[in-house]
């Protein structure tokens, strides 16, 4: 079920699902231990007699506070006369997530409504060895598993705490755990359970008629019991109300410090624009790692998910940052690859957000038996690549040159020597899509204008020598491209080849990486060739429309129908160029709709998925993906500099 909020501060990030439920909570650090796995944290409400947790009976709307990582949600329920308005925030300063809940009673009548508030911990993801119970001293619930520790407590507006209480276990012996026997509206205060265990509270509320009523609720996060202790202590003492306040104010102190002028946009774009930063943001670790998607459901796809760091997507997300003036997270991002990269020069295929590698399907052999890196030489090339577009925009000199020996030379000798010397191509590595590995065009465009990048670095720090030698490689092989990967029949780029020499002519979107690496000019006749078709290929010929990924794409399929399902970036890339080759205004036209595209295929809450459902609309796949955001915010700034220009 894709994300409709995602909150955070850098160490907690937390993420709800359309119907409020919270899936994901990671602690201490980004994607790296998700302490929910995707299991609910359910909200449910006792009144009358009847029971309902926030579902298919409820009317749920999802959003934020504008310009801010506070959200905004409402959930209705006709049959129950029951209200709910809710605000969640992770605090910007400290480990704490806030919910504050107002409860309207829709009748004439007095009435005793019950709010209740599950807890389905996996703590470091794991389904055993938990220990849930009840602390007496400040009358709240704590989870605990080695050094984890959070403590969950509430009050209502005149000051009562927890109702009732209940641990218990779950996915054992057929108990399915304390949310379920919450369902009677009473819990058993049950005050200790281990193994795998949940808890659940409740909160009274003596109602009016036509009255409303509310409850303030949090979960402290700490290394031990002490630590949550205290930040209790802290949010009893601040108050709630107080607390959302401040993150409030601190975001919308952070989204509209950006560099990039909206004005040119339309509101809806403009917003999406802001919308994005945030949820980029919130995949940001306080060490600079940058995780592709906070999403945990695409575990139960592949067993596996995508809470990693992908160099290439996390650089693509840095130079996002960049073009709207976040330059210090960029600065993080790039000390983080300073850090984790190889004494090679090279990048591994991921990487856990404390720099350790993740897991990885690339092979040391390939089908004939050779030896192989199991990399993606794309994801060293654009690290290298974005550094540049950073300095090229920051001129910090200062900073570069703390990084310089490692994350330029060493990259840049690395990428100069994985060169094949009789066709002056990159020798095989994993394609973009991370399926095959071969010598791919979108790979080479890439390398090649990080040999560039390279270059130009050289000749800001006066070595001449390395400038010529990186120019005349870098020059090289944009030959090669030429002469080994655009096919004169055709009247393209094809993707590339095999070791074996075979050819792989499929349709893909990533040979947009032509132009956007800057190799190649965008109204270079090759570059038009392929790009026009690209779309002609490409483009879903259906009411929801946008740009499949390559031709036959299985990843996710939804219908044989169509060449793919859609994905939003590679829908934006086709709008990037419409914006790169264009002379006059009018020529932008087609990119405004392209990105008006994304929003319309955006949720509610302005999150952007991966894919889109060809026949629906649909979110598919992880929902948020940093790197679709990162690719709105791109075009977005493009387009604003292009219409400026004009």
């Known amino acids: 079920m894709p994300r409709e909020i995602v909150l955070g501060n850098g160490r907690l990030t937390v993420a709800l699902d359309k119907k409020m439920n919270i899936r994901d909570f990671s602690y201490p650090e980004e994607g790296l231990e998700n302490h929910a796995k995707g299991h609910p944290f359910r909200i449910g409400v006792w009144v009358d007699g009847a029971f309902s947790w926030l579902g298919d009976e409820w009317e749920v709307s999802s959003n934020y506070l504008p310009d801010t990582l506070v959200s905004k949600c409402s959930a209705l329920n006709k049959k129950l006369k029951i209200e709910l308005k809710i605000n969640d925030a992770v605090y910007s300063f400290q480990d704490l997530f806030l919910r504050k809940v107002r409860v309207n009673n829709l009748t004439e009548v007095n009435r005793e409504v019950r709010v209740f508030f599950s807890h389905d911990f996996h703590?470091?993801?794991?389904?055993?060895?938990?220990?849930?119970?009840?602390?007496?001293?400040?009358?709240?619930?704590?989870?605990?598993?080695?050094?984890?520790?959070?403590?969950?407590?509430?009050?209502?507006?005149?000051?009562?705490?927890?109702?009732?209480?209940?641990?218990?276990?779950?996915?054992?012996?057929?108990?399915?755990?304390?949310?379920?026997?919450?369902?009677?509206?009473?819990?058993?205060?049950?005050?200790?359970?281990?193994?795998?265990?949940?808890?659940?509270?409740?909160?009274?509320?003596?109602?009016?008629?036509?009255?409303?009523?509310?409850?303030?609720?949090?979960?402290?996060?700490?290394?031990?019991?002490?630590?949550?202790?205290?930040?209790?202590?802290?949010?009893?003492?601040?108050?709630?109300?107080?607390?959302?306040?401040?993150?409030?104010?601190?975001?919308?102190?952070?989204?509209?410090?950006?560099?990039?002028?909206?004005?040119?946009?339309?509101?809806?774009?403009?917003?999406?624009?802001?919308?994005?930063?945030?949820?980029?943001?919130?995949?940001?670790?306080?060490?600079?790692?940058?995780?592709?998607?906070?999403?945990?459901?695409?575990?139960?796809?592949?067993?596996?998910?995508?809470?990693?760091?992908?160099?290439?997507?996390?650089?693509?997300?840095?130079?996002?940052?960049?073009?709207?003036?976040?330059?210090?997270?960029?600065?993080?991002?790039?000390?983080?690859?300073?850090?984790?990269?190889?004494?090679?020069?090279?990048?591994?295929?991921?990487?856990?957000?404390?720099?350790?590698?993740?897991?990885?399907?690339?092979?040391?052999?390939?089908?004939?038996?050779?030896?192989?890196?199991?990399?993606?030489?794309?994801?060293?090339?654009?690290?290298?690549?974005?550094?540049?577009?950073h300095f090229e925009k920051y001129q910090d000199v200062e900073f570069i040159s703390k990084v310089y020996p490692k994350l330029v030379t060493k990259t840049a000798d690395f990428l100069k020597n994985y060169v094949n010397q009789e066709t002056g191509l990159p020798k095989p590595s994993f394609d973009i899509w991370e399926e095959k590995a071969g010598t791919f065009t979108a790979t080479a465009a890439c390398i090649c204008a990080a040999l560039s990048a390279a270059a130009k670095f050289a000749e800001v720090f006066y070595d001449r020598k390395r400038q010529v030698d990186l120019d005349k490689v870098a020059g090289r092989m944009k030959d090669a491209i030429l002469k080994n990967l655009y096919d004169n029949k055709l009247e393209r780029f094809i993707r590339g080849f095999f070791p074996n020499g075979q050819r792989d002519t499929t349709v893909d979107s990533s040979l947009s990486f032509i132009f956007l690496s800057e190799t190649f000019e965008p109204q270079d006749k090759h570059v038009l060739e392929t790009m026009n078709t690209l779309e002609e290929k490409l483009w879903i010929n259906n009411s929801v429309g946008g740009m499949a990924r390559y031709e036959n794409d299985e990843y996710y399929r939804v219908s044989k129908k169509v060449q793919g399902n859609p994905w939003i970036i590679c829908t934006l890339w086709l709008a990037r160029w419409y914006i790169a080759k264009a002379t006059l205004k009018n020529d932008l036209k087609k990119a405004l709709d392209l990105l008006g595209w994304a929003k319309k295929n955006s949720s509610s809450s302005g999150i952007l998925a991966e894919q889109i459902d060809p026949n629906n609309g649909n979110l598919i796949s992880v929902s948020p993906l940093s790197w679709s955001h990162a690719e709105f915010v791109l075009t977005a700034s493009e387009y604003v500099e292009k219409f400026k220009k004009m």
């Open 123 to 389: 703590l470091y993801g794991e389904e055993s060895g938990d220990t849930a119970f009840y602390e007496p001293s400040n009358k709240s619930i704590v989870h605990y598993k080695r050094c984890r520790y959070f403590l969950i407590n509430g009050v209502t507006r005149i000051n009562n705490g927890i109702y009732e209480f209940a641990t218990g276990q779950k996915e054992a012996f057929g108990k399915e755990g304390t949310w379920k026997d919450a369902e009677d509206g009473k819990l058993e205060s049950n005050p200790i359970a281990q193994g795998s265990v949940d808890s659940t509270i409740s909160f009274k509320l003596e109602m009016k008629p036509n009255s409303s009523d509310t409850i303030y609720y949090w979960i402290a996060c700490g290394k031990n019991l002490t630590e949550v202790k205290d930040l209790n202590t802290f949010v009893k003492t601040e108050k709630v109300e107080q607390l959302l306040l401040r993150t409030e104010d601190y975001w919308s102190a952070w989204t509209n410090r950006r560099s990039i002028d909206l004005s040119v946009l339309p509101r809806e774009i403009s917003s999406l624009v802001k919308r994005s930063l945030l949820t980029m943001r919130n995949h940001v670790g306080d060490n600079g790692a940058i995780i592709s998607s906070c999403d945990s459901d695409v575990l139960y796809f592949n067993k596996d998910t995508y809470a990693y760091v992908w160099p290439r997507d996390a650089a693509i997300c840095a130079m996002a940052f960049d073009v709207a003036g976040f330059q210090e997270i960029s600065r993080l991002f790039f000390s983080f690859c300073d850090r984790i990269i190889s004494d090679e020069g090279y990048f591994a295929h991921k990487y856990w957000s404390d720099g350790s590698p993740g897991s990885s399907w690339h092979a040391l052999i390939d089908e004939a038996g050779h030896r192989q890196l199991p990399i993606q030489v794309d994801e060293t090339a654009l690290v290298l690549y974005a550094l540049w577009k």
